[in-house]
C-alpha cells in the first residue's frame, strides 16, 4: 500500500519569495508521483508529474518538483511566487499506470503582496 | 474538447433520502475515476471504470454506494440511503486508455443533513 504526506497544511509567503511545498511518500513499489493544483472554484489540474527518467520535473509556470528515492520526498519549489498562484497544492502517488491516485492531504498556498 | 463534467454542482438532502450524481468524462477516455473528500481531509479513491466494467472498487465504503458506467460513457454515483457521513466532495476525473493523466471534474459537493 502507499501513502502520501504533506506536512504543512498551510504555508503563507509574500509574492515574490521562493517556497518549497514538503511531500514524502511510502511504498513497498515503484511509484509514479503527480503535483495537482486547485485553484479557488475550480476543479483539480495537474501540475506536473514524475513517471521515469529525469529526477527533476517542471511545469510550464515555472514550479519544479524533484524526485528524491532515498528520502522518498517529491517536494515543490518554485523561486519566486506571484499573488496568482494562491491555491491549495495536492500531492498524489500511484503504483500503475492509470491507476487509482493515493493523495495527500494538500496544502494551502496563501501568497500575500 | 469539453472537460470532465459533474452533475448536480451542489445537492443538499436529509438523511436517509437517495442521491444520485452524474459524472461525463471526457469524450474518449475508456477510464473513469470515482473520488471522495471529506472535509478536512485527503481525497480518497473510490472505484475505477473501465470501459464499463468496474476494475478497482476497493474504495468503496459501504453498500450503500453503487456506481455504474451505462454503455462504458457517462457514469452515475448513488448513495441510498444517505448518512450524515457521506457528506463531502465527490470528484470524477477521466483519462485516456493507456494515459497517465487524470483530468479531474470540478466535482458535487454533498450535504446530508
Known amino acids: 500500500a502507499q501513502s502520501v504526506t504533506q506536512l504543512d497544511s498551510q504555508v503563507p509567503v509574500f509574492e515574490e519569495a521562493p517556497v518549497e511545498l514538503r511531500c514524502n511518500y511510502s511504498?513497498?513499489?515503484?511509484?509514479?508521483l503527480f503535483w495537482y493544483v486547485q485553484y479557488p472554484n475550480q476543479g483539480l489540474q495537474l501540475l506536473l508529474k514524475?513517471?521515469?527518467?529525469?529526477?527533476l520535473v517542471e511545469s510550464i509556470n515555472g514550479f519544479e518538483a524533484e524526485f528524491n528515492k532515498s528520502q522518498t520526498s517529491f517536494h515543490l519549489r518554485k523561486p519566486s511566487v506571484h499573488i496568482s498562484d494562491t491555491a491549495e497544492y495536492l500531492c498524489?502517488?500511484?503504483?500503475?499506470?492509470?491507476?487509482?491516485?493515493?493523495f495527500g492531504q494538500g496544502t494551502e498556498l496563501s501568497v500575500k503582496p | 474538447e469539453a472537460g470532465v463534467t459533474q452533475f448536480p454542482s451542489h445537492s443538499v438532502i436529509e438523511k436517509g433520502q437517495t442521491v444520485t450524481l452524474r459524472c461525463d468524462p471526457i469524450?474518449?477516455?475508456?477510464?473513469l475515476y470515482w473520488y471522495r473528500r471529506v472535509m478536512g481531509k485527503e481525497i480518497k479513491f473510490l472505484l475505477h471504470?473501465?470501459?464499463?466494467?468496474?476494475?478497482?472498487e476497493s474504495g468503496m465504503p459501504n453498500n450503500r454506494f453503487l456506481a455504474e458506467r451505462t454503455g462504458g460513457t457517462y457514469s452515475t454515483l448513488k448513495v441510498q440511503p444517505a448518512e450524515l457521513e457521506d457528506s463531502g466532495v465527490y470528484f470524477c476525473?477521466?483519462?485516456?486508455?493507456?494515459?497517465?493523466?487524470?483530468?479531474f471534474g470540478p466535482g458535487t459537493r454533498l450535504t446530508v443533513l
Open positions: 476525473a477521466s483519462s485516456q486508455m493507456r494515459g497517465n493523466e487524470q483530468f
Open positions: 511504498s513497498s513499489v515503484s511509484v509514479y
Open positions: 514524475y513517471l521515469s527518467g529525469s529526477t
Open positions: 498524489a502517488v500511484s503504483a500503475l499506470i492509470g491507476g487509482k491516485l493515493i
Open positions: 469524450s474518449g477516455h475508456d477510464n
Open positions: 471504470f473501465v470501459k464499463e466494467s468496474k476494475q478497482d
